[in-house]
Nanobody, 118 residues
Framework: QVQLVESGGSLVQPGGSLRLSCAASGSIFSRYSMGWYRQAPGKQREMVAAITTGDSTNYADSVKGRFAISRDKAKNTVYLQMNSLKPEDTAVYLC????????????WGRGTQVTVSS
């Protein structure tokens, strides 16, 4: 059974940092690229960051230089380090598997809420 379980979402002040984690079932983690999308109220869902099994990465322009995606093969976990957070980063962040080149992830987690507010 495919499982993607996110954690780490929280309320944080502008300029602050958070690290999101996504634990994946081993069969998924070793076979698929991993990524993070976000969904803000009233906005389209957007890709935030993605990483291949070979550790190539891709980022949305809005987060380049502030966010970093990484994967720990020993723990079957992908991380999203978020620095210099802005109110417009507020969203539900969803972990994904697959779709690095197609733009269409195959599997989705349920999401974790990130709120950036003073």
């Amino acid at each position: 059974q495919v499982q993607l379980v996110e954690s780490g979402g929280s309320l944080v002040q502008p300029g602050g940092s958070l690290r999101l984690s996504c634990a994946a079932s081993g069969s998924i983690f070793s076979r698929y690229s991993m990524g993070w999308y976000r969904q803000a109220p009233g906005k389209q869902r957007e890709m935030v960051a993605a990483i291949t099994t070979g550790d190539s990465t891709n980022y949305a322009d809005s987060v380049k230089g502030r966010f970093a995606i990484s994967r720990d093969k020993a723990k079957n976990t992908v991380y999203l380090q978020m620095n210099s957070l802005k109110p417009e980063d507020t969203a539900v962040y969803l972990c994904t598997a697959g779709g690095y080149y197609s733009g269409t992830p195959r599997y989705w987690g349920r999401g974790t809420q990130v709120t950036v507010s003073s």
